[in-house]
């Protein structure tokens, strides 16, 4: 069974800048396509940004545009969030997710917040 687990949340400024980290344990991560989702206090949860499987096709929200990257190393199994001139608006849970046409994985989570 696939398993993610995020790090790299912590308590930012506003304007700042953090990277989040998800690690992949399981079978050909080359396979999945990955995403990163957040959850703000007292509201759903959003998809902030994808990479593809195969061709890396990025997409991103547009609340994210510009400001947010998302990247993915298949050697290491790793699928990386960039985050700039954050927001206070942007804290929320981050969580990683792992899909490739049949269930969607999630990890647990990790907390970013953005606050002077």
């Known amino acids: 069974q696939v398993q993610l687990v995020e790090s790299g949340g912590g308590l930012v400024q506003p304007g700042g800048s953090l990277r989040l980290s998800c690690a992949f344990s399981?079978?050909?991560?080359?396979?999945?396509?990955m995403r990163w989702y957040r959850q703000g206090p007292g509201k759903e949860r959003e998809l902030v940004a994808t990479?593809?499987?195969?061709?890396?096709?990025?997409n991103y929200a547009d609340s994210v545009k510009g400001r947010f990257t998302i990247s993915r190393d298949n050697a290491k199994n790793m699928v990386y969030l960039q985050m700039n001139s954050l927001k206070p608006e942007d804290t929320a849970v981050y969580y990683c997710s792992a899909s490739r046409g049949g269930p969607r994985y999630w990890g647990q989570g990790t907390q970013v917040t953005v606050s002077s």
């Open positions: 990479i593809s499987s195969i061709e890396n096709i990025l």
């Open positions: 399981g079978f050909t991560f080359s396979n999945y396509a």
